[in-house]
């Protein structure tokens, strides 16, 4: 089947009638928003005030296969190839991790507490920086920090590294294995900021998660084992005990399941003023630790 005709009312609507036995309305219009802009570069206000513009066969036949992907139930982020995160619009596609709301708080908070810092030299790393989402942001609205990232992924890492290009924004993404990076010198310079969303989600709690993220996200990037859960939060904190200047501070996202866990975690590596600090819907999502003393 094809559109009616190739006016942008017809194609937006044969869009949506194709798709409506596999989404919620509220959740189509969204992302019938996300597909036009990010394919197409046509704005909702362009789609409602230019109805009768027309689309050239070409882009009726891109449509056509974003159309047999999500049906797939693709996630819609890598089939526009871009998401939104705070004001970027950030390039995305498989096998990157699509950021998250959640990570979005993290972020504010993040910039909440470097601004009562403001005036000071601040050397920032982001671990398991996957699309860049968090480094982006920060160095976009604090110029003047020194942001830097790494993750295990170089798929990500080059996606990192092109959208930092993308937004002009000097960033320095490396590609390493933060479990394998203990006599890197990244590790061995003297940091003011560590602050990581790694792997949190416990194998067992697949069983809460929708197909769309199973199928067609990195497991690698989500996914920790029941046995040790605090894989990386033990090994990163580590690092960061060494690696940080005295006062300085770390930034997890975390499992709402175990914020008791990773505080008493930091509180054994030597970490100071330990605090849980919850998301939007009231869960355990992040945590902040200072670097109390010098070992």
Not at 119 to 133: F, M, P
Not at 160 to 189: E, G, S, T
Not at 258 to 281: A, H, P, W, Y
Request: glycine share 4%.
């Amino acid at each position: 089947m094809v559109p009616q005709t190739n006016k942008l009312r017809d194609v937006v609507s044969f869009f949506k009638k194709e798709l409506e036995s596999y989404y919620p309305e509220n959740e189509l219009k969204v992302i019938s928003e996300i597909i036009f802009e990010g394919l197409f570069d046509i704005t909702k206000q362009e789609m409602m005030l230019f109805p009768e513009n027309l689309l050239n066969e070409s882009q009726i036949v891109k449509l056509l296969k974003v159309i047999k992907r999500l049906k797939r139930y693709e996630p819609v982020q890598y089939v526009a190839g871009y998401t939104d995160f705070l004001e970027l619009k950030i390039n995305i596609k498989p096998p990157v991790l699509i950021p998250r709301p959640e990570t979005e708080e993290l972020v504010l908070w993040v910039e909440e507490e470097l601004k009562s810092r403001s005036g000071e030299k601040i050397n920032l790393l982001d671990v398991c920086s996957g699309s860049g989402c968090i480094a982006l942001v920060l160095k976009r609205r604090l110029p003047e920090i020194s942001v830097y990232g790494l993750d295990i992924n170089p798929e990500a890492v080059s996606v990192a590294k092109a959208n930092a290009q993308r937004f002009n924004l000097k960033i320095d993404f490396f590609q390493k294995d933060i479990l394998k990076i203990k006599d890197d010198p990244l590790v061995k310079q003297k940091w003011d900021v560590w602050v990581s969303n790694p792997p949190y989600v416990r194998l067992s709690e697949r069983k809460f998660m929708h197909d769309n993220v199973l199928k067609y996200e990195p497991r690698e990037a989500l996914f920790v084992d029941d046995n040790n859960p605090l894989l990386f939060y033990d090994n990163i904190s580590s690092h960061a005990q060494k690696a940080l200047k005295k006062d300085g501070l770390l930034f997890f996202e975390i499992n709402e399941a175990m914020g008791q866990n990773v505080k008493r975690l930091l509180e054994e590596k030597g970490f100071s003023d330990v605090i849980i600090k919850k998301d939007i819907n009231d869960k355990d999502r992040f945590v902040m630790a200072k670097k109390a003393n010098s070992i």
